[in-house]
């Protein structure tokens, strides 16, 4: 009787074992299926959405990304037009801050400052935020202005008509009217380059690797290792703008 009741138990094991195989490969399939459509989960490679960092006490004002940045991508090679710009900040024992940015930094900066009644100074890089809430695309009338579901905020030369409304809206001074094509002109990340997997011109060209660009949702990107090791903040967080790019290190005095 107790092998008969061995052989009977190993039966019904092996029943149930029968039965619920197709639920455990059904979950296991579900799973799977989750971890490629979370971005937080896994390196799915459709899941892109853009974003950069900066770090703020690497940057030494050398303007290689300035310069980088026209000859990428056909920025005027005149005064006060540029898709990326960086500004000194110099700041005084009596707390006044002077801001300066001779040619958008492209030329480096005049070192013969005195040091005396100074406090500190640094670097910062600036261009568009590529913001998540952008008040650019809501103020254009034509639809010109547009995010990418890669979280990257473009202009469609072909529908601009020139108005400057998005100008005034960038709360970020990040845009300009083109002077050639009398529309409107900004940071696009590189977006002919990141889409072939390369980095932006800047990020390429920065000696002290002050730049870092990758994909915001995914553990292989540079930007987690950024995020881990830096306390980050955006520019005008008060705005609600969600700003895309993040910087390291971030002085309270810059605006």
Known sequence: MKKDKKELTRREFLKKCAVSAPAVLLLAEAESIFAKNSPELSDHKEAHYFGMGIQIDKCIGCGRCVNACKLENSVPDEPFYFRTWVERYVVQVDNEVIVESPHGGGEGFPSNISEKGIARTFFVPKLCNHCANPPCVQVCPVGATFSTQDGVVLVDEDYCI???????????????????????????????????????????????????????????????????????????????????VYYANLDGEVR
Do not use: M, W
Request: glycine share 4%; with cysteine.
């Open 162 to 244: 020139g108005c400057r409304y998005c100008i005034q809206a960038c709360p970020y001074g990040a845009r300009y009217l083109n002077p050639f094509t009398k529309t409107a002109d900004k940071c696009t990340f590189c977006y002919h380059r990141i889409k072939k997997g390369s980095n932006p011109a800047c990020v390429e060209v920065c000696p002290t690797k002050a730049r870092i660009f990758g994909e915001i949702s995914l553990r292989s990107s540079p930007l987690t290792r950024f995020f881990r090791f830096n306390k980050v903040q955006v520019l005008k967080p008060y705005l609600n703008t969600e700003p895309r």
